[in-house]
């Protein structure tokens, strides 16, 4: 017993020394997750309420009332006492992005001016959401406890029921903003945790991060009633995360083990609805291209940004054995995230793994819907700078360097030169365009030879029947 003990006890100071520092890397993929807890927590985005700003044209009040539950005790949680929300460097934040009906731009979230970002902060980006963040705080960035039906309408009861106000200026890209959406993300960390995951109320030395899964509403901006702009989720079905799960399940899958899908460092968790709203068309892994020490930076830091929109990403990551240069993601901390390990534990062309069919015809067929913008691949920020001193963030999308948005999708996983090649001279596409160019100057015709039906048909091609994923 006072073996086993000690043992136990040697195994959580180090947990816990680990568990420190990976809170302060939430990037870092190999961290202490503790997925037994999740289910004592449940975020729920009860109600958004919307109103023009007072005297501030084209911005918006956005209240959002908010609950943590207890789904084991069907309870609710306090969050301003809580020791899972009150431990050293646990987080609960809100992230307010628009437009889920066209294509996620969140143009204006910086400004509504689209000024460059002159700033010395990191993690700043183009088009990252607005956001809350300290939602548990007792201080002034906290969220308020709802105290009355006027304070908080439309939810059944005010019991540990919070809000918090942000004011968005949402500015048009290609097409006016008429919907919003919003996600509550942010870990519980448990200081002390008995084996039944229960975070008791004293103070021990073990931190763990409880990878709780991030809850997504959406909005209108114009909203019929004065007590509610929710409305139902507007965006395409692209993939289902189910899909996901049958490899990102903690289990072996091939010769690897497949992490759950959580992600900065348990801060965003199984749900991709929350991933779009940051991994949109316009955003790139600028926020954390810097120099570290020194005036020389390792070259894939100083290099060319790379898109992280989900629909480059995604492929590209999974693509590791197929693609022919690295995939490489700048991430927090100036963390090098080379993907080029990464092999499919199953068959890469057959698209069906994680896209979902509407009517028959798969997601992953041509034509794309007319809203998928194109895929930024510089937005002609400065990064490459000495230790400490400013960057400046472009954050007005319409002067990025585009990649089309056909061959931004084929070519995340086709990336050889002379395939590129072909998508310009035969496809009519561009991998450095604007996007008020896409349409216009530059129009992908990819979908008369590769659309369903054609000779070099999308599913054709890929040799799906159109059972079923092939496992
Ligand atoms: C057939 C199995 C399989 C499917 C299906 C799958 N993945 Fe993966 N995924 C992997 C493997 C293997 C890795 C690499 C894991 C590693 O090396 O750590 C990976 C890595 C990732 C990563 C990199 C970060 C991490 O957690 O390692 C992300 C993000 C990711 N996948 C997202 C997705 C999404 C989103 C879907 C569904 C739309 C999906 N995956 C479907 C097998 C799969
Ligand atoms: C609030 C914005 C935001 C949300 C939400 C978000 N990400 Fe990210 N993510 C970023 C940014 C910005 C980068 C690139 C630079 C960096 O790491 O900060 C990134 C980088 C990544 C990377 C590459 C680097 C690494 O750490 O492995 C992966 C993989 C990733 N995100 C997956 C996801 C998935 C999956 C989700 C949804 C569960 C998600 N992200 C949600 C902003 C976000
Ligand atoms: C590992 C998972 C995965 C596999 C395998 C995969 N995709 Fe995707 N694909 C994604 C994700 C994630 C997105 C972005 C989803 C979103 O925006 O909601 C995407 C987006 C797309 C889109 C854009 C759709 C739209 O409406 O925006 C196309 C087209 C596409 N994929 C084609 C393919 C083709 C063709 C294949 C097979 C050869 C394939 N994908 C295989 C994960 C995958
Ligand atoms: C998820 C990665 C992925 C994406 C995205 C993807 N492909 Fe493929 N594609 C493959 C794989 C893998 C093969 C099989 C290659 C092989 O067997 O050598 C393939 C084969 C093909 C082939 C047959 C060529 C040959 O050499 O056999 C064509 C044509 C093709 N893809 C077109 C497209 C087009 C057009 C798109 C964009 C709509 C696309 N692909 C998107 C992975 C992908
Ligand atoms: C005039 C017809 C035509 C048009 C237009 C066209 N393609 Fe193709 N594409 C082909 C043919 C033919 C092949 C060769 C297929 C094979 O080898 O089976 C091909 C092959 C490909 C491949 C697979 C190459 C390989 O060997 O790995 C990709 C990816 C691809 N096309 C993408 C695109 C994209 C993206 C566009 C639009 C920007 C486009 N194509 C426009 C006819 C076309």
């Known amino acids: 017993m006072l073996t086993k003990r000690s043992t136990r006890c040697r195994s959580t100071v180090l947990g816990g020394l680990l568990a420190m520092l990976f809170a302060f890397a939430p990037a870092t993929r190999a961290q202490s997750l503790e997925w037994g807890a999740?289910?004592?927590?449940?975020?729920?985005?009860?109600?958004?309420?919307?109103?023009?700003?007072?005297?501030?044209?084209?911005?918006y009040d956005v209240k959002v009332i908010f609950s943590v539950t207890n789904p084991v005790t069907s309870s609710t949680w306090n969050i301003k006492t809580a020791l899972p929300f009150q431990s050293p460097s646990a987080s609960l934040t809100l992230d307010l992005g628009w437009d889920p009906a066209t294509d996620v731009s969140n143009t204006g979230s910086e400004n509504p001016a689209l000024a460059a970002v002159v700033t010395t902060a990191l993690g700043k980006g183009a088009a990252l959401p607005v956001q809350a963040r300290g939602l548990q705080s007792n201080g002034s960035t906290g969220a308020t406890l709802c105290s009355s039906e006027l304070d908080c309408p439309g939810v059944i009861s005010r019991v540990d029921r919070y809000r918090i106000t942000k004011s968005v200026t949402p500015v048009a890209f290609t097409s006016v903003v008429t919907r919003g959406r919003v996600a509550l993300e942010g870990r519980p960390v448990c200081n002390g945790v008995d084996p039944a995951y229960v975070c008791p109320a004293s103070t021990g030395t073990t931190f763990?991060?409880?990878?709780?899964?991030?809850?997504?509403?959406?909005?209108?901006?114009?909203?019929?009633?004065?007590?509610?702009?929710?409305?139902?989720?507007?965006?395409?079905?692209?993939?289902?995360?189910?899909?996901?799960?049958?490899?990102?399940?903690?289990?072996?899958h091939g010769d690897t083990v497949v992490p759950q899908l959580s992600l900065h460092g348990g801060n965003r968790t199984g749900n991709l609805s929350l991933c779009v709203i940051c991994h949109n068309p316009n955003q790139t892994d600028v926020p954390y291209r810097y120099l570290t020490t020194g005036t020389t930076a390792d070259p894939r830091i100083s290099g060319a940004e790379t898109p992280i929109d989900f629909k480059t990403m995604v492929h590209s990551i999974h693509a590791g054995g197929f693609r022919e240069k690295p995939f490489v993601v700048v991430g927090f901390g100036s963390s090098v995230n080379d993907f080029s390990h990464v092999r499919f534990p199953s068959t890469l062309r057959n698209c069906l793994n994680c896209h979902v069919e509407v009517n028959g015809r798969g997601t992953f067929e041509l034509p794309l819907a007319k809203a998928v913008l194109g895929t930024t691949v510089n937005t002609r920020s400065t990064y490459l700078v000495a230790p400490g001193a400013s960057r400046t963030i472009n954050v007005a999308p319409a002067d990025d360097l585009k990649i089309s948005p056909t061959a931004?999708?084929?070519?995340?996983?086709?990336?050889?030169?002379?395939?590129?090649?072909?998508?310009?001279?035969?496809?009519?596409?561009?991998?450095?365009?604007?996007?008020?160019?896409?349409?216009?100057?530059?129009?992908?015709?990819?979908?008369?030879?590769?659309?369903p039906g054609k000779d070099k048909d999308v599913r054709k091609v890929h040799e799906i029947d159109g059972s079923g994923a092939d496992g």
């Open 38 to 59: 999740t289910k004592y927590f449940k975020y729920n985005i009860e109600n958004v309420i919307v109103s023009p700003t007072a005297g501030v044209a084209g911005s």
């Open 208 to 252: 763990v991060n409880i990878p709780v899964p991030s809850a997504v509403a959406n909005f209108t901006l114009s909203p019929a009633s004065a007590t509610t702009a929710l409305i139902a989720d507007p965006r395409r079905a692209v993939v289902d995360i189910r899909k996901c799960q049958v490899c990102h399940d903690g289990n072996m």
């Open 408 to 451: 931004a999708v084929c070519s995340s996983c086709h990336d050889k030169a002379e395939v590129r090649l072909h998508m310009t001279t035969r496809g009519g596409a561009s991998f450095a365009t604007t996007q008020s160019a896409i349409g216009t100057r530059v129009v992908e015709r990819c979908a008369s030879c590769h659309g």
